[in-house]
């Protein structure tokens, strides 16, 4: 598993979607997932601090965890089926792990609130990490070594999969990233 952390959400100014970029700790490796708007809200809220007056879904779910003895231990998104990703909480109530199923976005908004680590799997990011190339200073595709071995000695991955990918890559690719990282510490 490899630790991330919330880069940024990022919203496209053509259609209104919403990202969350994860990037890898100590690397130039990144992550985008497409999220909704509310997920997106949830997650910006609880990174800048924000404590809304009542409790937020995700708020509500941290305070079960709380009031039944349970700590939030850890998230994975641990992996992607048709451009589709998949996560789970791990969970810790006395001696018992309990993992449980959740969007990505859900499991992402919980953990920033329970200030709980989060993980990628590391076949998940060989299928949909993206790499920020600092010399050309531009992002790019991720490439496994074994994607680039002749076909001789390994079959073609399954082309449908990257098709459905390329929408990350096309919105990743049109993002400033070294512009935000030295605007970072100015406002």
């Known amino acids: 598993m ?8 990022r919203v496209s100014l053509l259609t209104q979607h919403r990202v969350v970029v994860l990037r890898e700790a100590d690397s130039r ?9 509310f997920e997106a809200d949830a997650i910006a809220l609880a990174l ?13 779910l941290k305070s079960v965890f709380g009031e039944l003895g349970s700590t939030i231990s850890h ?6 089926q048709d451009s589709t990703f998949f996560a789970r909480i791990v969970v810790e109530q006395g001696s018992h792990t309990i993992e449980i199923d959740a969007r990505p976005s859900d499991a992402i908004a ?7 680590p ?3 799997e590391t076949h998940v990011f060989e299928a949909a990490g993206v790499l920020f190339d600092e010399e050309e200073g531009a ?4 490439r496994p070594a074994e994607a680039t071995a002749p076909a001789t000695e390994e079959p073609e991955p399954d082309s449908s999969a990257d098709e459905g990918l390329s929408l990350f890559r096309d919105f990743i690719n049109t993002l400033d990233i070294d512009d935000e990282e030295r605007n970072k510490g100015k406002s």
């Open 2 to 9: 490899i630790r991330v952390t919330v880069d940024s959400i």
């Open 29 to 37: 490796r990144y992550l985008p997932i497409w999220i909704g708007a």
């Open 48 to 60: 800048q601090g924000h404590e809304p007056q009542r409790p937020m879904t995700h708020d509500l």
């Open 75 to 80: 998230i994975v998104i641990n992996d992607i």
């Open 110 to 116: 919980l953990a920033v609130r329970a200030d709980a």
């Open 118 to 120: 989060i993980f990628v």
């Open 139 to 142: 992002v790019s595709e991720e």
